[in-house]
């Protein structure tokens, strides 16, 4: 494969801070290159230096002759009273074509994109087809090498699928930057992680995400142990430098270089290899001991010709994790507000226990004054610091916990990046206990590592979690309950994500005969009752003993609540809520197989 895009020994400084230094990269034909790293590391700036957008304080970067590059940003900056070939237009003024060309490219670009009408306004476009206008407009351009900054953020899963199939069937190059780990593994053949803690701050790999995943930490570890290695070996040195008078004069100079060598190496492998600080995420719980939190009946929500939900009853208990899955538009974050009370329902009813209390994360973030200082900010109730778990901590100490630079706390929260955002408001929310986590999109903007460290935190929280995300990775490590919506009022029960995303491609499948079918003269006859539906032997059985099972299942659950652990117990109590909402549902559903049984037995 020919070599399109080169960065030698990038280095990119912001006044005294060092993004990264150091950087070298290879962009060969048909690379498919994911870029990670945590917040905060410059990927996004080092994206734009690839580009062209922003200068190299070191180093070079060279784009091969004849070849050309594409930029997709975060954000796009359409015109919203453009139409659609007008906002392609704008997009390639700077494109050497002639107008004609242009306009043809373009027609053929929203074309591969989906669209089908050219005039459409910009204003009328989702997120998620925004997205696809913004790669429309660089694909007419026919890059070699195409360059992505986030793109999965704000799409739905429909999208980010969508996005990962388009990507693989393309011939050029692309460096995407992402945090969605299933879309990295699925749409990405080669990983680079820009990170200070490795040396010329990248490590990279030609392999899929979660093979590098593994291949990073065993090059960390090697590191740790090559560091340990040269620890003692930096004593011998040490030891013999600090002889008496006497020996110093027969001193070899080259061993004393080498002695300075290995100190100035141990002096890097430590700060390279010393374990970052993660962001503490830990939402404190009210420790109440109850089976029912929240519970529905009848639940019906429409709106206009939409119909959210129909007929839903389900209970949230301790340890219940609840995700909602659904494309946009389906009415995730609405029956998400229904069972938090903040929007009333239709018909049907939801009910709290007595004082029961919510934490709410919205993914719009309008909990936050984007005018407030960020000390401000952390510490909501005002002064110089906040109770966490009965315990007065400085706003400072607060601030370093959630990964903020000392310099940051007079910094206005409108010039904080989306990540930051995001972690000042689930530092606002772990401040309040509670029983119910309601999380809306808490993902958005978010690294990996604090995507780890959220999760590991919602898994063991005692109370109930109510999850909407379109990090499949997150959904299904979290949830223990996943139900999709799917805009017509069901709501359906999925073992993961993948079973969700192949009912929907089932769904969407064209018919195999592609003509119309030819109406056929149907003669009339006289109608007949339908034969009523038998049991058959295996059903039977199951009926005749389903009063004895559902029995043992009640005593299960009964010897479960006569053994509880004490919620200060961690994962033992996180535990023992999973394992008694397990077999609470394993009743319900019992009781439902035994009346669909009974329907069926009557002919129903």
Known sequence: MSLLLTAKDVSKFIGDRMLFEGVSLQVHEKDRIGLIGPNGVGKSTFLKCLAGLADVDEGTIDLSRYKQIAYISQTDDFDDTDTLVEAMMRQMLDHHMEQHEKEVEASIALGRMGFEDMYTPVSKLSGGWRKRLAIAAQLARKPDVLLLDEPTNHLDLEGIHWLEEFLKEQNFAYVVISHDRAFLQNACEKMVELNPCFENCAFMSDVPYREFIERRENFVASEVSRLESLKNKARREDAWLK?????RGTRSRSRVDEAMRIFDEVDALKARTSAPKKLKIDFQDTERKTKRLISTHNLTKSYGDTKIVSGLDITLTPGTRLGLIGRN???????MKMLAAELAPDEGSVKHLSDLRIVYFDQKRQLL???EPLRQALAPQGGDGVVYRDQLIHVASWAKQLRFRSDQLDMPVRKLSGGEQARVLLGQLMLQPADVLFLDEPTNDLDIPS???LEESLQTFPGAVVLVTHDREMLDRVSNILIGLDGTGRVNMYADCAQWQQEQLDGDKPLKNKEKPKAEKVEAKPATKPK????????QREFDGMEETIMLAEEAVALIERDP???SEGQDYADWCQKLSDAQLNVEQLYARWSELEKKQKGE
């Open 532 to 539: 009523k539906e038998k049991l058959s032997y295996k059903e």
């Open 369 to 371: 004054n984007p005018d």
């Open 451 to 453: 995507l780890e460290v």
């Open 329 to 335: 538009g389906t009415g995730k974050t609405t029956l």
């Open 565 to 567: 652990v004490n919620p």
């Open 243 to 247: 002889q008496g008078i006497k020996a």
